[in-house]
């Protein structure tokens, strides 16, 4: 099947899912189920491209497993906030500047089944690989296991952290949160590379590199660090103002010694 093909199928499925998604926020007033519509669709289409595609099959099958097993903890992880706790705060405020007009969330839900066909790019070039290079393969799952670690241990220690009533209002600066703003984006950036070290060989190998520089854009400048820190400067104040000048933003790193 052409990547065309896969684009499309993948884009129909995705904007279908989303509608049900959006109809689910409209009735509960909780927009962040998108975030878990998103990891999840990204990994189905892992595991579609996969299936579809036209490359060696072990190195198709790693891309399933190691794909499919990234969106389904992302996805779990963030509906099992979306379940137990209010709206997102980013999405409250968003709820608040549309006055909550439902078409406005209705084309951002379907925006986002679009960026799942963009973010599914690098699958395919995994998918159309016709070579199984085992150091390839094995340079790629040691970059997937650290950074899904990575991920996981900061989202544990941000909810732990928050689970504390004696927490509410600060800001959390425990664990890999004491070198990074934001360790978990951080990871899920990094968990990007391991689709370039899959896709070594393949004619399309130039699309795997979407992957880890798409995510940048959006992570740096677009949906994940303005909007999590607009509303942390919302909540906290100058509380996070100090984080700031003292924490690195993305990549971790020493805090300031000055502000230590």
Same mark, same amino acid.
């Given at each position: !099947? ?30 962040? *189920? @998108? ?13 579609? !491209? ?14 399933? *497993?190691? %794909? ?43 925006? =986002? ?12 070039? @995994?998918?159309?690989?016709? =070579? ?6 094995? #340079?790629?799952? #040691? ?6 670690? %990575? ?59 979407? %992957? ?36 690195? !933003? ?9 502000? =230590?």
């Amino acid at each position: !099947m052409s990547i065309g093909w896969q684009c499309l199928i993948l884009w129909l499925s995705a904007a279908t899912v989303m509608t049900l998604g959006w109809q689910w926020q409209r009735s509960r007033s909780n927009a962040g *189920i @998108v975030d878990v519509l998103w990891a999840a669709g990204v990994g189905a289409g892992a595991v579609f !491209m996969a299936l579809s595609g036209s490359g060696a099959p072990v190195t198709r099958a790693v891309l399933a *497993i190691l %794909g499919g097993a990234w969106g389904m903890r992302l996805a779990r992880h963030l509906w099992k906030r979306v379940r137990g706790e209010p709206e997102d705060g980013r999405y409250k405020h968003l709820r608040t500047h549309w006055n909550g007009v439902q078409w406005k969330f209705f084309a951002f839900f379907q925006f =986002q089944a679009l960026l799942i066909v963009l973010f599914a790019l690098p699958f395919a070039a @995994v998918a159309g690989n016709p =070579q199984t290079s085992l150091p390839w393969l094995a #340079a790629g799952a #040691a970059v997937w296991v650290l950074s899904v670690v %990575g991920e996981s241990v900061a989202d544990g220690q941000l909810a732990r952290f928050r689970a504390d009533p004696a927490n509410k209002g600060r800001t959390c600066r425990r664990g890999l949160w004491r070198y990074s703003r934001h360790p978990n984006y951080f990871f899920e950036w990094l968990h990007w590379f391991a689709y370039v070290f899959l896709a070594v060989g393949s004619p399309f190998f130039w699309l795997a590199w979407s %992957g880890p520089l798409v995510m940048y854009v959006f992570l740096r400048w677009i949906s994940g660090v303005p909007y999590t820190e607009a509303q942390a400067l919302r909540s906290r104040g100058d509380e996070y103002r100090d984080y700031q000048r003292s924490t690195p !933003m993305l990549i971790p790193w020493f805090p300031k010694r000055s502000e =230590q």
